[in-house]
């Protein structure tokens, strides 16, 4: 089974402190994705990779920056952080086109920036 | 630009009721249309993956259609059970973006036992 582990669960930041999230996934993928969910807006892409060093930005990438030094990990930085930046983040991964291309999700880092 | 839409909102049934969760999206060039489960605080949980070129899959009481013509894909449960109860969410993949999805709002389902 495809594995994608997220390395924090539930966080608590005050105003303008930095925040790391790291995500990992064993299953070779060369795609990795940050998402977050907030209730009534759904999920809204921040910024996906598709090959190690790469990266392009998604819908909402203002405030957040992104690191992929190795293929299996995929890391979001928030340099100083917002209360607006109170979310649900989900990390996911999926396998380039020419295969069924499955995104597989971690189980997500509640973040709460007081 | 593609937006994907979910109706209803929120639907409430009673056990062993077989039940269609609907998902429409605007542009059918899709590369694929993937159906996940969430539970409350959890991450998504991928229930089905309809290739592009499919009409169906099925998985235990789970079977997805695509009709990329109409732009909608069904997701119908047979004989519902409490432990379904959860949000389900259905995204596409565009051709050539490198994997971005496109999800819709979700339906959050509950079944009373």
């Known amino acids: 089974d495809v594995k994608v582990t997220q390395s924090s669960r539930y966080l608590v930041k005050r105003t303008g402190e930095k925040v790391f999230l790291e995500c990992v996934q064993d299953?070779?993928?060369?795609?990795m994705f940050w998402y977050r969910q907030d209730p009534g807006l759904g999920l809204r892409l921040i910024y996906f990779?598709?090959?190690?060093?790469?990266?392009e930005k998604g819908d909402i990438p203002e405030g957040y920056s992104v690191s992929r030094e190795k293929k299996e990990r995929f890391s979001l930085i928030l340099e100083s952080t917002s209360t607006n930046q109170t979310s649900m983040y989900l990390c996911?991964?999926?396998?380039?086109?020419?295969?069924?291309?499955?995104?597989?999700f971690g189980e997500g880092s509640r973040l709460t920036v007081l | 630009k593609q937006e994907v839409t979910q109706i209803p909102a929120a639907l409430s049934v009673p056990e062993g009721e077989n039940l269609v969760l609907n998902c429409s999206f605007t542009?059918?060039?899709?590369?694929?249309l993937q159906w996940f489960r969430q539970d409350p605080g959890k991450g998504l949980t991928s229930l089905l993956l309809?290739?592009?070129?499919?009409r169906e899959q099925t998985s235990g009481r789970l079977n997805a259609s695509l009709d990329k013509s109409s732009g909608r894909s069904t997701l119908y449960i047979a004989a519902s059970q409490p432990g379904d109860s959860a949000t389900y969410l259905c995204?596409?993949?565009?051709?050539?973006?490198?994997?971005?999805?496109?999800f819709g709002q979700g339906t959050t389902l509950q079944v009373k036992p």
């Open positions: 996911a991964s999926s396998p380039t086109s020419g295969s069924p291309g499955e995104l597989f």
């Open positions: 542009d059918s060039a899709i590369y694929n």
């Open positions: 995204a596409v993949r565009q051709w050539g973006n490198t994997g971005k999805l496109i």
């Open positions: 990779s598709y090959d190690v060093k790469m990266k």
């Open positions: 309809i290739q592009s070129s499919q």
């Open positions: 299953m070779d993928h060369e795609n």
